[in-house]
């Protein structure tokens, strides 16, 4: 693989300025999304491949340097719905639900659970972010300080800790600190067979492509071994740069959080028969603010897949083991929340999911879904925090409403970002299983 570390990148004086294709509105209907395909637009820019270029920080005016301050401070809020009446699991249903474990992290604290399917909390992980980085001030810190984005559980029982947009914490089973990295890990961790852990990193930066001097967020692939070091740093932005899609982007807002990276899971070859392009050394993404999906090699650092189109502001897709993609489109149905799976060579819906009425489904931020083993479907409604586990059918056999709070008079129900069931067996003799 090729090294493509952040700060790495030339200053040169030259600025380019990129004119994007038009994408035809009739290439796809609202329910199917548009597939993109290399050198099928027809590309005003210069020809040749370009990069992005940052401005040294010392050149900019105090305008830029206050928005670059903003943009480094984007995160989520610990609860934003007003606290219902009931709380833990009000429904399961023991016949039909999948038997498991229940991770998941939690807004009113920087941390994490796991669960049983009743309730039960047989473990905790938590770690505040001065304990992490104890060199730092509490003037160095937001609101993304107060909680974990994300975590991922380790065999053994270690964590890998997401502190949105500020950096990662490996823990053991005991919370005790093996490890951080503190440049801008966010959203999201996955881990390859070999143990090499992906995550997403940005950096508040300036533009010399999009526009010249304007402040934005670039987002970046990072790959790390078990003991934190880091194997790659490579640039999804320079990656549409360096590809046949930068015509995919056309209509991106050009200063800002200009992709808005929430996800990221590996791929393996023959993941989907018909798309080479799924196959070992790449990894897909999920873009919220241009609602796109897309396949990055990390072996040639360039985009070689993407789709758009029947989901709005969506998280967490990942590819089942039939090779459709299942996601969680946020906004897309009507303005409300739905489950989508489906067919990413013919673009077909397999399966939706929306509930018997609008607001019943929905979240305007974060969101995960995950296909169980006996076919149901365990969503989280981040804002809401509210995961139900829903039969192919429809049907809700599961339901969870997070009983911490969050607010200043803790009025609000405290946001679930992401929970997985895990196998019965997953954690293994680590875990004491007495509540």
Same mark, same amino acid.
């Given at each position: 693989?090729?090294?493509?570390?952040?700060?790495?990148?030339?200053?040169?004086?030259?600025?380019?300025?990129?004119?994007?294709?038009?994408?035809?509105?009739?290439?796809?209907?609202?329910?199917?999304?548009?597939?993109?395909?290399?050198?099928?637009?027809?590309?005003?820019?210069?020809?040749?491949?370009?990069?992005?270029?940052?401005?040294?920080?010392? $050149?900019?005016?105090?305008?830029?340097?206050?928005?670059?301050?903003?943009?480094?401070?984007?995160?989520?809020?610990?609860?934003?719905?007003?606290?219902?009446?009931?709380?833990?699991?009000?429904?399961?249903?023991?016949?039909?639900?999948?038997?498991?474990?229940?991770?998941?992290?939690?807004?009113?604290?920087?941390?994490?659970?796991?669960?049983?399917?009743?309730?039960?909390?047989?473990?905790?992980?938590?770690?505040?972010?001065?304990?992490?980085?104890?060199?730092?001030?509490?003037?160095?810190?937001?609101?993304?300080?107060?909680?974990?984005?994300?975590?991922?559980?380790?065999?053994?029982?270690?964590?890998?800790?997401?502190?949105?947009?500020?950096?990662?914490?490996?823990?053991?089973?005991?919370?005790?600190?093996?490890?951080?990295?503190?440049?801008?890990?966010?959203?999201?961790?996955?881990?390859?067979?070999?143990?090499?852990?992906?995550?997403?990193?940005?950096?508040?930066?300036?533009?010399?492509?999009?526009?010249?001097?304007?402040?934005?967020?670039?987002?970046?692939?990072?790959?790390?071994?078990?003991?934190?070091?880091?194997?790659?740093?490579?640039?999804?932005?320079?990656?549409?740069?360096?590809?046949?899609?930068?015509?995919?982007?056309?209509?991106?807002?050009?200063?800002?959080?200009?992709?808005?990276?929430?996800?990221?899971?590996?791929?393996?070859?023959?993941?989907?028969?018909?798309?080479?392009?799924?196959?070992?050394?790449?990894?897909?993404?999920?873009?919220?603010?241009?609602?796109?999906?897309?396949?990055?090699?990390?072996?040639?650092?360039?985009?070689?897949?993407?789709?758009?189109?029947?989901?709005?502001?969506?998280?967490?897709?990942?590819?089942?083991?039939?090779?459709?993609?299942?996601?969680?489109?946020?906004?897309?149905?009507?303005?409300?929340?739905?489950?989508?799976?489906?067919?990413?060579?013919?673009?077909?819906?397999?399966?939706?999911?929306?509930?018997?009425?609008?607001?019943?489904?929905?979240?305007?931020?974060?969101?995960?879904?995950?296909?169980?083993?006996?076919?149901?479907?365990?969503?989280?409604?981040?804002?809401?925090?509210?995961?139900?586990?829903?039969?192919?059918?429809?049907?809700?056999?599961? $339901?969870?409403?997070?009983?911490?709070?969050?607010?200043?008079?803790?009025?609000?129900?405290?946001?679930?970002?992401?929970?997985?069931?895990?196998?019965?067996?997953?954690?293994?003799?680590?875990?004491?299983?007495?509540?």
């Amino acid at each position: 693989m090729h090294s493509f570390t952040r700060r790495a990148l030339p200053l040169l004086a030259l600025t380019v300025v990129l004119a994007f294709s038009l994408v035809p509105a009739a290439a796809a209907d609202d329910d199917k999304p548009i597939v993109f395909k290399a050198g099928e637009f027809i590309s005003r820019r210069p020809p040749g491949r370009w990069r992005n270029i940052e401005i040294p920080e010392e $050149e900019l005016t105090e305008e830029q340097k206050a928005e670059l301050e903003r943009l480094r401070s984007i995160g989520y809020l610990t609860g934003s719905v007003e606290a219902p009446a009931r709380s833990g699991v009000t429904v399961y249903d023991r016949d039909k639900a999948w038997d498991g474990l229940n991770f998941y992290t939690s807004g009113h604290e920087p941390g994490a659970i796991l669960m049983d399917m009743e309730g039960n909390v047989l473990h905790e992980w938590t770690c505040p972010f001065l304990k992490a980085w104890p060199e730092l001030s509490s003037e160095e810190q937001n609101e993304n300080a107060q909680y974990w984005r994300f975590a991922y559980l380790f065999d053994n029982g270690d964590v890998a800790a997401v502190f949105e947009g500020y950096g990662l914490v490996m823990l053991d089973k005991d919370s005790n600190v093996l490890w951080t990295k503190f440049t801008g890990e966010h959203h999201d961790v996955a881990v390859a067979a070999d143990g090499t852990i992906y995550t997403l990193a940005r950096e508040a930066t300036t533009s010399t492509v999009l526009r010249p001097g304007a402040p934005i967020l670039e987002d970046y692939v990072v790959l790390l071994d078990r003991d934190g070091n880091e194997i790659e740093s490579a640039s999804i932005l320079n990656a549409f740069l360096r590809s046949d899609f930068l015509d995919a982007l056309d209509g991106l807002q050009i200063y800002g959080d200009i992709l808005h990276v929430n996800s990221i899971s590996i791929l393996k070859d023959g993941m989907v028969e018909g798309l080479p392009q799924f196959a070992d050394g790449s990894v897909l993404l999920s873009m919220r603010i241009p609602s796109m999906l897309a396949v990055m090699d990390m072996n040639t650092l360039e985009i070689t897949w993407v789709a758009k189109g029947a989901w709005v502001a969506q998280h967490d897709p990942c590819v089942l083991p039939g090779g459709d993609i299942l996601l969680f489109d946020n906004e897309g149905y009507e303005g409300r929340s739905r489950l989508i799976e489906f067919d990413p060579v013919t673009g077909e819906q397999v399966w939706t999911y929306h509930g018997d009425d609008p607001n019943d489904f929905y979240t305007q931020t974060c969101g995960s879904v995950q296909r169980l083993p006996n076919g149901d479907t365990l969503a989280t409604e981040s804002d809401r925090g509210r995961v139900i586990e829903v039969t192919p059918e429809g049907e809700i056999v599961w $339901e969870y409403l997070n009983p911490a709070r969050a607010g200043a008079r803790n009025e609000l129900i405290a946001t679930i970002f992401e929970m997985a069931r895990l196998p019965l067996d997953a954690a293994g003799a680590w875990l004491d299983r007495t509540p």
